[in-house]
Structure formats: C-alpha cells, structure tokens
Nanobody, 130 residues
Framework: EVQLVESGGGLVQAGGSLRLSCAAF????????IGWFRQAPGEEREGVSC????????YYQGSVEGRFTISTDNAKNTVYLQMDNLKPEDTAVYYC???????????????????????WGQGTQVTVSS
C-alpha cells in the first residue's frame, strides 16, 4: 500500500526556515516522482516543487525558486523540502504527493501543474508570521 506521511510544519517568523519531511511507504523513488504542493485558505492547491529520479531533474514554482530546495534520502525513502527566507505568503497546508514516473519530463510537469498525482499525504500546516 502506498502511503505518504508529512511532518515538519509549524509557526515561524518571516525570514526563518523550516524543513518538511515526507516519508514514503510502499514504493521507491526509482518508480515514482514526488511533488510538493500547498493550499492556502480560499485558494486552489498549487505545485511548489517536483522531483524525478528517473529524469534526474527537479522543478520549482517561480515564487519559491532560490528559497526552497527539494531533496531525497533514498536510504530512508524520505523526501525533504527545505524552506528558507520564508514569507507570510508561504502560509498554507503543504502536501507531498507521488505519481508513477513513466512518461516524459514535460508530461510529469503537466501532471504537477494540474496537481494530478495519484497518492497524497495528509498535509502539514506552515504558518509564517510577519
């Protein structure tokens, strides 16, 4: 059974940092791409970052590029999202999600842009105070 469990959210002041973790069960990153998404109150869910070991590539939403970093620890089957220089507009529930990584890179990005991933974690709240 595929399962994703996020942790690491919390309250932080603007300019601070948090590291989110997403522990994956039932699959490996060799076969599945991982995406981080977020959803603020009253807003649609949006992609934050995407990672593919198949394509050896990662991608970031423009507003977080240079501040957020996605990484993996294959030994722990865990994906991380390091978030630095946080801003109040980063406040949201953050989700990790997985999709079978069997297509081309641009097809994966389209799925990520559409939040069209197959398996989702429960989410973790990130609140950035000004």
């Amino acid at each position: 059974e595929v399962q994703l469990v996020e942790s690491g959210g919390g309250l932080v002041q603007a300019g601070g940092s948090l590291r989110l973790s997403c522990a994956a069960f039932g699959f490996t990153f060799d076969d599945y791409a991982i995406g981080w998404f977020r959803q603020a109150p009253g807003e649609e869910r949006e992609g934050v970052s995407c990672f593919s070991s198949v394509h050896k590539n990662s991608y970031y939403q423009g507003s977080v590029e240079g501040r957020f970093t996605i990484s993996t620890d294959n030994a722990k089957n865990t994906v991380y999202l390091q978030m630095d220089n946080l801003k109040p507009e980063d406040t949201a529930v953050y989700y990790c999600a997985a999709v079978r990584d069997s297509g081309r890179w641009f097809e994966l990005l389209k799925k990520w842009q559409d939040a069209d991933f197959d398996f989702w974690g429960q989410g973790t709240q990130v609140t950035v105070s000004s």
